[in-house]
């Protein structure tokens, strides 16, 4: 989780990972834990930090729960130093973030941090305490579609009194296309989140995250340092490139169980970039991240 060790330090994100005594049985004696203190600013914070398109408004916020209260994990659009200072008690029911934290999703209405009337997208982090919460300003979003409805009215009122019914019917279908795509978007931004908390696991393995084609879509700095490729490279590659030895046959029956049955666990020999060659143990599983399967 992320934590400040005194009030005047750099906020640091934490990672445990046990190291067990015997690797045929990960359940013996735990030896120790490796520690990895990461600075969110370098990378998370922009991620979450980035919006899909122009606005003036619009911001994402990363919050949890401490005890009674919701409290805000980055920092904010509209206020500067609030990453693990600024919290709201989580009775305020019509804050977005508050409602994020007792594990509600979706999209709703409500007054954020600065008490403004927002349009929010409400999404838990699997796997975290986190929450995230995508908000854009209501006066924003309504401000154009607003404007546009008394253009017409007026327009439609000129030419045909008794269309009125005709009217309302397309204003509110053009509504909820507008809401469809800002939504879609939302989902995108949320999708990219929970991917990123996917390669954040076992952070001292190569992961590699593969479409169902199984060509590279990310890895992990594990994978950029055993293979050494650079990432634009890794991404351009199928998996059965970094085989060494493997016919396209064989590598076929490989993907085979992992298709049928969701998981596979092999054994095979994989090179590096210069042609040098090494044993490997996959464990490969199929997942399903936003509707679509991995």
């Known amino acids: 989780d992320f934590y400040r060790s ?160 005709l009217v309302r019917s397309w204003y509110r279908g053009r509504q909820a296309a507008l809401y469809r795509d800002r939504l879609k978007l939302e989902e995108e931004h949320a999708i990219l989140s929970e991917r990123l908390s996917l390669l954040s696991r076992h952070a001292n393995d190569i992961i590699l995250l593969l479409d169902d084609a199984w060509h590279i879509l990310e890895a992990n700095d594990k994978a950029l340092q055993a293979y050494g490729y650079s990432h634009d490279e890794l991404h351009r590659m199928h998996l059965y490139d970094l085989h060494a030895s493997m016919t396209r046959d064989e590598f076929e029956s490989m993907a085979a169980p992992v298709s049928r049955e969701g998981s596979s666990l092999v054994e095979n020999v994989h090179k590096r970039k210069d042609e040098s060659v090494f044993p490997v143990e996959s464990s490969i599983r199929m997942v399903e991240i936003g509707g679509k399967k991995y």
């Open 6 to 165: 005194t009030g005047n330090e750099p906020i640091r994100l934490g990672i445990l990972i046990p190291i067990p005594g015997c690797r045929a049985s990960p359940s013996s004696v735990i030896l120790g834990y490796l520690y990895l203190a990461i600075d969110p600013r370098t990378y998370l914070y922009p991620l979450i930090q980035s919006w899909p398109m122009p606005s003036r408004t619009a911001e994402t916020l990363l919050v949890r729960r401490q005890g009674d209260a919701v409290l805000f994990l980055n920092e904010l659009l509209h206020k500067k130093n609030t990453a693990l200072v600024l919290s709201f008690p989580l009775s305020m029911n019509t804050l977005p973030a508050a409602l994020a934290a007792q594990g509600q999703e979706g999209v709703m209405e409500g007054n954020d941090y600065r008490g403004r009337p927002v349009l929010s997208f409400l999404k838990k982090i699997p796997d975290s305490p986190w929450s995230i919460v995508a908000k854009v300003d209501q006066q924003e979003i309504y401000a154009p579609i607003r404007s546009s409805a008394i253009v017409i009215s007026l327009v439609i009122m000129l030419m045909i009194i008794s269309s009125g019914a």
